[in-house]
């Protein structure tokens, strides 16, 4: 299934899509994609209650995050090899991990407001994994596939400036509003074929500036899911940004930054796309 939210920020109602022109509403029924719908089993619910829903037309409404704020954000660093070759760093022998501000999650169209002082603004299109179950200590990395809700596609928004240039805190450079747009649906991994073969695109101003696949990550989205439970408890709903293919505009010569009016564009096979206008700062 493809899960999604619909409607005005903070007034978001879940359904499931039908097709391009028609959604299920579910707001009767579920009230939230949170972590009460997740962590007390509302996927396994949900077959049995869309079965008695009549579609309805999809318009112009927006289109909010397919999952609401989550209780965590986590992120992975240079998992792409090429990625890491790029930034001019050594592929790391095990995940770097980075949070991002739950507060950061956006619509998957959506502005991308700059935040005052920007200088070094960046795109990362990712592949987003959501935990479906509270979970720690998996024995193995193939003990993940049983709690993961969906996947998703990210725009890891970086201020490389404040990431980079000031004491080296990823977390800073990362947690401006709006920097986390998620969506537009999660899809249900009976839906995703091969989760390790997934291409991924973006482009800004209508030119391609990532092409990749998730077939090159060093560490796959099941090694992650296992190994960030062996260092905390991963609570359903959580969000996982499982780190970006090249391309990135701080990987390119001469480096080039997001400014206000620039146009985001990307997407992931069978998990959709999203578009961003880049706005000045309040």
Request: a negative charge.
């Amino acid at each position: 299934m493809k899960l999604m939210r619909i409607g005005e920020p903070g007034r978001e109602r879940p359904a499931v899509q039908v097709d391009d022109h028609h959604y299920l509403d579910l707001k009767a029924e579920v009230g939230d994609f949170d972590e009460n719908f997740f962590g007390s089993g509302g996927l396994a619910r949900l077959p049995e209650l869309v079965s008695r829903l009549e579609p309805l037309p999809f318009a112009a409404e927006r289109i909010g995050a397919p999952i609401a704020r989550p209780h965590q954000i986590l992120c992975i660093g240079l998992n792409y090899s090429d990625h890491a070759a790029e930034t001019g760093q050594a592929v790391p022998t095990e995940p770097i991990l980075f949070t991002k501000s739950p507060n950061t999650l956006v619509g998957p169209n959506d502005d991308v407001r700059l935040p005052r002082g920007y200088s070094k603004a960046d795109w990362e299109v990712e592949l987003g994994i959501v935990i479906g179950s509270r979970t720690s200590y998996l024995d193995a990395p193939a003990d993940a596939a049983a709690v993961i809700a969906g996947y998703t596609v990210v725009n890891d928004v970086s201020e490389r400036a404040f990431q980079l240039e000031r004491g080296g805190q990823w977390s800073k450079g990362k947690s401006a509003e709006t920097f986390n747009p998620c969506g537009p649906w999660l899809v249900t991994p009976d839906e995703v074929p091969d989760v390790n073969a997934l291409g991924l695109w973006l482009d800004v101003n209508g030119v391609r500036r990532q092409t990749g696949t998730t077939a090159t990550m060093v560490f796959d989205p099941y090694f992650l899911v296992w190994h960030l439970s062996q260092f905390m408890v991963l609570e359903p709903g959580d969000l996982i940004n499982t780190g970006t293919p090249p391309g990135v505009g701080m990987g390119l010569t001469p480096p080039v930054w997001l400014q206000p009016g620039d146009v985001m564009e990307l997407g992931i096979d069978g998990l959709g796309r999203q578009r961003q206008l880049v706005v000045a700062p309040r």
